[in-house]
């Protein structure tokens, strides 16, 4: 490590300095760790993945660009980058999460009963329409409502411009609420959809 406290940390690890990257892990390790803890439940998942996060952040160092963030941001980016990616290789497409709390994590197949995993009373109504709507806007209502992402960190996960993506969540979250209106409504009259 060069020892210039004005370089960046990850401009060093771009120009291959092991230290710099010892370094880096040590300082960025418990909040990677957290990061992927949220959201990933399973522990030998988990320690797998930060391993495969700090390898892409060795390969990636090099697009830190310090005039558009700090490190923490790239950092963070990197790891919800590749949370997301995991959720996706282990079969959690956004058409099979609840959406019955703000961090909820009971994910079910589309083969897979629903009703044991119903927390509320209208839980099946809402996975029924949610697989309803076109992919982008479950995946944008999902990175949005489930992951707690911000419409530009959905942005910059998916690649998908900022304006499409608040399009596909303003539009998916009313036509979320278009389709159970009526569900809703009729329930309450004591009417069974």
Known sequence: MSGNDH??????????????MRTLIKR??????SLVRRKISSQNDAEDLV????A??????????PSIGSEDTFVAMITRRRIIDQI??????????????????????ENEDIERFDTT??????????????????????LAVVHGLSHSQIAESTGMPLGTV??????????????????LSADSKGVTP
């Open 7 to 20: 370089t960046p940390l990850l401009t060093e690890v771009a120009n291959g300095d092991q230290e710099a």
């Open 28 to 33: 960025y390790s418990g909040l990677v760790w």
């Open 51 to 54: 391993q495969e996060i700090f």
């Open 56 to 65: 892409d952040i060795w390969k990636s160092a090099h697009r830190y660009d």
């Open 88 to 109: 996706r290789r282990i079969g959690r497409s956004p058409t099979q999460v609840t959406l019955d709390a703000p961090n909820a994590r009971i994910a079910c197949s």
């Open 121 to 142: 009373p209208n839980a099946k109504r809402v996975m029924r329409v949610l697989r309803s709507l076109r992919p982008e806007r479950r995946q944008t209502i999902e």
């Open 166 to 183: 608040k399009a596909h969540l303003r539009r998916g979250l009313d036509e979320v609420r278009t389709l159970l209106n009526p569900q």
